[in-house]
């Protein structure tokens, strides 16, 4: 499909990848394990983390969903919060809506912030966001690349590293776009059905095109 359209005011030279996949598909694994490249990695999902602990963002959301979902610290435990918005259920579709409504805003502003920091001799801005293309964030991006992986895989991955059952990544995988739709979206994918330096060679290489690209070097649309 046709590049995505970035709305972004950074240095025109330094192209703005977003990274998609399923839930625990390894995005951030297999950008992490790239060394020949600068990267300027935007981790939003990080930055949602984080706003989670600010007193702003938790009265906010102490006021749609009630106290109940403070910890004994007064700490918003994210596992309660997940519980009111993860899920097919009517009740979960609205509160994950009225999350996201506060939450998304926020995420976006320092988005934008970082893109505007980043050193000017980084080969590319990464954007690695779960919700990328269903917050909006996508016109923010010169290029998405999907990362495809197996569900067997992202299934032992989420239990071995969140403690997550099959349910729960379902769960969740539930509340965001469908995988099919995110690859048609993509204007690269990469296959992360072998070994770790499969993929890491295949985005590696992705990026290395998208970087010419972007300087001016021609322009090769397709998937590894």
Same mark, same amino acid.
């Given at each position: 499909?046709?590049?995505?359209?970035?709305? *972004?005011?950074?240095?025109? =030279?330094? @192209?703005?990848?977003?990274?998609?996949?399923?839930?625990?598909?390894?995005?951030?694994?297999?950008?992490? &394990?790239?060394? +020949?490249?600068? =990267?300027?990695?935007?981790?939003?999902?990080?930055?949602?983390?984080?706003?989670?602990? +600010?007193?702003?963002?938790? %009265?906010?959301?102490?006021?749609?969903?009630?106290?109940?979902?403070?910890?004994?610290?007064?700490?918003? $435990?994210?596992?309660?919060? %997940?519980?009111?918005?993860?899920?097919?259920?009517?009740?979960?579709?609205?509160?994950?809506?009225?999350?996201?409504?506060?939450? *998304? @805003?926020?995420? &976006?502003?320092?988005?934008?912030?970082?893109?505007?920091?980043?050193?000017?001799? $980084?080969?590319?801005?990464?954007?690695? $966001?779960?919700?990328?293309?269903?917050?909006?964030?996508?016109?923010?991006?010169?290029?998405?690349?999907?990362?495809?992986?197996?569900?067997?895989?992202?299934?032992?991955?989420?239990?071995?590293?969140?403690?997550?059952?099959?349910?729960?990544?379902?769960?969740?995988? %539930?509340?965001?776009?469908? =995988?099919?739709?995110?690859?048609?979206?993509?204007?690269?994918?990469?296959?992360?059905?072998? /070994?770790?330096? /499969?993929?890491?060679?295949?985005? +590696?290489?992705?990026?290395?095109?998208?970087?010419?690209? *972007?300087?001016?070097?021609?322009?090769? %649309?397709?998937?590894?």
């Amino acid at each position: 499909m046709p590049p995505v359209q970035s709305s *972004h005011t950074h240095c025109s =030279l330094i @192209p703005v990848v977003g990274i998609v996949g399923g839930v625990g598909a390894g995005k951030s694994s297999v950008v992490r &394990r790239i060394t +020949t490249l600068k =990267l300027f990695v935007i981790d939003a999902d990080r930055i949602g983390h984080e706003l989670l602990l +600010t007193s702003d963002i938790r %009265a906010k959301l102490c006021h749609v969903f009630g106290e109940e979902i403070l910890d004994e610290a007064g700490v918003i $435990a994210r596992e309660r919060l %997940a519980a009111k918005v993860f899920g097919a259920s009517e009740p979960q579709i609205s509160n994950r809506i009225r999350l996201n409504e506060i939450l *998304h @805003p926020a995420i &976006r502003e320092e988005i934008y912030r970082l893109i505007k920091l980043a050193p000017q001799d $980084a080969d590319a801005i990464i954007l690695d $966001a779960a919700l990328l293309l269903e917050a909006g964030w996508a016109d923010e991006c010169d290029v998405i690349i999907f990362i495809d992986t197996p569900l067997e895989v992202r299934q032992q991955r989420v239990a071995a590293n969140r403690g997550w059952s099959a349910e729960e990544l379902q769960r969740r995988e %539930a509340s965001q776009w469908s =995988l099919s739709k995110k690859r048609q979206l993509a204007r690269f994918i990469v296959d992360n059905a072998g /070994s770790p330096q /499969s993929a890491v060679n295949q985005l +590696t290489s992705v990026l290395e095109k998208t970087i010419l690209e *972007h300087r001016g070097v021609g322009r090769q %649309a397709g998937s590894v």
